[in-house]
């Protein structure tokens, strides 16, 4: 599911015919920043694209007061087909990335073991900051967005506070891990196939 096609298409459905500039000041007007993962720079060569692709069209030119014309587009029925396949998907697709964190948990260097805690304690506090950090930006978009965008930032909060819990958690286990990186408690080897 593309987060960015979602977007395109569903301005252009709700807005009608626009160019590219005014589909780039909505995206910042809706701090889709914040709550996606889309970058408000990526909406030009996002929508070329899609004219490409046919799910946008070419509608006409548009010229304020002494500025270069701007080129119109328009959802097309394609689009609107593809529009109602990405609003089912981005709502039933469900997303676990892996996160690399994981990764290097488990490739520990043995030199190094002492320094689990600090570095696991500098994480959480520097997650903690990204949270209040989220929180405040969030506060400052609110009266600019509705509610179901509302929620969307809402939910990069609870991802947060759910990382937090996780490294508070995994802090308390630190003296274990690091003891059984030292003297690994036995495992059953998976047997090749």
Do not use: C
Not at 74 to 85: C, K, N, P, S, V
Not at 96 to 114: C, E, G, I, N
Not at 164 to 191: G, H, S, W
Request: glycine share 6%; net charge neutral.
């Amino acid at each position: 599911m593309s987060s960015i096609r979602l977007f395109i298409l569903s301005s252009f459905a709700d807005f009608g015919p626009m160019h590219g500039h005014r589909l780039r000041l909505e995206a910042e007007r809706k701090h889709v920043d914040l709550w996606t993962d889309i970058s408000v720079g990526a909406v030009y060569g996002a929508m070329n694209r899609l004219a490409v692709e046919g799910l946008l069209r070419e509608s006409g030119r548009e010229q304020e007061g002494n500025r270069p014309p701007r080129q119109l587009y328009e959802i097309t029925e394609e689009g609107r087909q593809a529009l109602a396949r990405l609003r089912q998907e981005g709502l039933t697709e469900i997303r676990s990335k892996p996160d690399p964190f994981d990764l290097a948990l488990t490739r520990l260097d043995p030199a190094r073991l002492d320094e689990l805690r600090p570095v696991l304690t500098d994480r959480l506090e520097r997650i903690r900051a990204t949270l209040e950090e989220r929180r405040k930006r969030n506060e400052g978009a609110r009266e600019y967005i509705g509610l179901a965008q509302e929620w969307a930032l809402r939910h990069a909060e609870y991802r947060l506070e759910a990382e937090i819990a996780f490294l508070q958690d995994l802090l308390a286990a630190t003296d274990e891990i690091v003891a059984d990186e030292r003297n690994p408690r036995p495992v059953k080897p998976k047997p090749y196939k």
